[in-house]
Antibody, heavy 120, light 106 residues
Framework: EVQVAESGGDLVQPGGSLRLSCAVS????????MSWFRQAPGRGLEWVSA?????????FYADSVKGRFTISRDNSRNTLYLQMNNLRAEDTAIYYC????????????WGQGTLVTVSS | IQLTQSPSSLSASVGDRVTITCRAS??????LAWYQQKPGKAPTLLIF???TLQGGVPSRFSGSGSGTDFTLTIGSLQPEDFATYYC?????????FGQGTRLEIK
């Protein structure tokens, strides 16, 4: 069964840092692009960042996180990461990872999400 | 690329046929997906490439459109279909979503 599962969410102060992880199973991780999304409380979905397949250096970011967030992948550990620095209150959200990308034309499946709260 | 969904909310009864529309600010060919999200749960993929049904999704769901205008149709609403629906464009990054359509029981 194809599965993705996020972890690492926490309460952090403004200006702080956090690293999210997304462990995958059931498919050949290195062969798929991956993305992070987020959903602020009571709000809609927002794409955050994407990374290409193994062996590429393709990374993409939403303007709202560019320069503060870094996406990466460890193909030996079947894990996707999102390093988040200089966090702001408006980064408070449930963060989801998902397999897929624009070349595939879909994102599926999504994990259950991990909550990041930025507050003093 | 901005996506505008309509309506933002919709009340319907079990057995009804409902249609949700999604309009893109620029042409995106058929690079559009639809997702369903239930409260407290992650989104699930229903349709990609505007009209291709994801495996395991009931055939009462269908999608159509190309360019700037797209529709999601649910042929005969079932109790488990009451949820929020989002369209997403995958023509280019940044990938963007519509604001969502909340489908409620009448």
């Amino acid at each position: 069964e194809v599965q993705v599962a996020e972890s690492g969410g926490d309460l952090v102060q403004p200006g702080g840092s956090l690293r999210l992880s997304c462990a995958v199973s059931g498919f050949t991780f290195r062969s798929y692009a991956m993305s992070w999304f987020r959903q602020a409380p009571g709000r809609g979905l927002e794409w955050v960042s994407a990374i290409g397949t193994a062996g590429t250096t393709d990374t993409f970011y939403a303007d709202s996180v560019k320069g503060r967030f870094t996406i990466s992948r460890d193909n030996s550990r079947n894990t996707l990461y999102l390093q988040m620095n200089n966090l702001r209150a408006e980064d408070t959200a449930i963060y989801y990872c998902a397999r897929g990308g624009i070349r595939l034309g879909w994102f599926d499946p999504w994990g259950q999400g991990t909550l990041v709260t930025v507050s003093s | 690329i901005q996506l505008t969904q309509s309506p933002s909310s919709l009340s319907a009864s079990v057995g009804d046929r409902v249609t949700i529309t999604c309009r893109a600010s620029h042409g995106i060919s058929t690079s559009l997906a639809w997702y369903q999200q239930k409260p407290g749960k992650a989104p699930t993929l229903l349709i990609f490439a505007a009209s291709t049904l994801q495996g395991g999704v009931p055939s009462r769901f269908s999608g159509s459109g190309s360019g700037t205008d797209f529709t999601l149709t649910i042929g005969s609403l079932q109790p488990e279909d009451f949820a929020t629906y989002y369209c997403q464009q995958l023509n280019s990054y940044p990938s963007t979503f519509g604001q969502g359509t909340r489908l409620e029981i009448k």
